[in-house]
């Protein structure tokens, strides 16, 4: 297996082998075919195995149909993504000194009652770089300028937990089955995070950070309901998003609007239903991205102001995009019916 340090520096080798392509939007040059992988245990892992599911994963791969080729390319892309957004801020002879430490946990194990868990769902984030689907696991990627070294740290093999759990991949099934060349035990995450970067250097970067800013009694008060004596200082977590002047109204229509569609026109579709609901939907649409178009109306039971024919009625038609590089947005729904007409008929049609 190609180490994640050797990945950039051999690239160029593997370009001049039968087999190799470059992958444009990543940098990365990647022989076809996935890693050379080690040999999966012949037992039950966390999750499907080659060797247990083989009608559904094939050697190589972490989940059916990615291979561990892809699971290591994205975490290149994230090291990549967090190298530039490091150049921007810092320059890149400060970039290429500082040390980056990238920490993604996967959902732990929830429990309704005792030894009765919820139904288990992976944290997306965590599967998109591992494909792991084990709870109370984690990700460490690390690296000075570009945090090209991945560590996977999972659950410790428990047979008196198996037995009633069902199996674990430990760190050899999930070794084999990812990839990764460092995969520890999840009790040794604080061991090794340590090790990387010490606790008294975390703490001097915070208090530099913030030292001699809060240095009065009323630092810990969030509203205090003291009078602010001249000099001192208050904690405000005031919002500041826009401009209001004393004769900006709003809009009737946008009220209109905002009284039957309380929601959003759309959102980001993925791995989610709702998928990264962090990032701003402001934000200019790129190629590969997939989003949902998605007004609706909404009259409640108890809207005396409505016609009595729609109350508690509710009404969404919703296409699901994804944005191309060239020929337009692909409609994923575009055979479905939208039109009153339309709508109508396919109704007429379940009757």
């Known amino acids: 297996m190609l180490h994640p340090s050797h990945l950039l520096r051999t690239a160029a080798q593997l370009l001049s082998r039968s087999g190799a392509f470059r992958c444009p939007c990543r940098n990365v040059s990647v022989k076809t075919g996935g890693w050379k992988t080690k040999k999966v245990p012949q037992r039950y892992l966390g999750q499907p195995s080659p060797f247990t599911h083989p009608h559904l994963i094939k050697h190589g791969e972490v989940t059916p149909g990615l291979t561990q080729t892809e699971f290591e390319l994205r975490r290149q892309r994230l090291a990549s993504l967090i190298e530039a957004h490091s150049v921007r801020l810092s320059g890149p002879s400060r970039a290429s000194d ?81 990839g990764l060349e460092r995969v520890h035990c999840i009790e040794e995450l604080g061991t090794v995070l340590k090790s990387l970067k010490g606790k008294p250097d975390i703490s001097s970067n915070v208090s530099s950070m913030c030292g001699g800013a809060l240095v009065n009694s009323n630092k810990a008060i969030i509203h205090p309901l003291l009078t602010v004596k001249h000099g001192g200082g208050s904690i405000m977590n005031w919002g500041c998003m826009s401009a209001f002047t004393l004769g900006s109204r709003f809009p009737t229509c946008t009220l209109a609007a905002r009284r039957f569609c309380p ?31 998605e007004p609706g109306l909404y009259f409640s039971e108890e809207d005396e102001s409505c016609p009595e024919r729609f109350r508690g009625l509710g009404v969404r038609i919703e296409d699901d995009v994804v944005i191309r590089e060239e020929g337009g947005p692909l409609i994923l729904s575009e055979h479905t019916p939208k039109t009153a007409a339309d709508v109508e008929r396919a109704c007429a049609q379940r009757e």
């Open 263 to 293: 929601h959003h026109v759309g959102h980001y579709l993925g791995m989610d239903v709702h998928d990264t609901p962090e990032l701003s939907r402001s934000q200019p649409l790129q190629p590969g991205m997939a989003i949902t178009i």
């Open 98 to 178: 500082s040390s980056h430490i990238v920490i993604v946990l996967s959902h732990p194990t929830r429990y309704m009652t005792n030894d009765i868990p919820y139904p288990f769902h992976q944290n997306q984030d965590f599967l998109y770089l591992t494909g792991v689907l084990e709870p109370d696991s984690a990700l460490v990627m690390f690296g000075s300028g570009r945090p090209d070294h991945a560590a996977l740290f999972v659950p410790r093999r428990d047979p008196a937990r198996e037995l009633w759990d069902g199996p674990r991949s430990g760190r050899d099934g999930a070794a084999a089955l990812t």
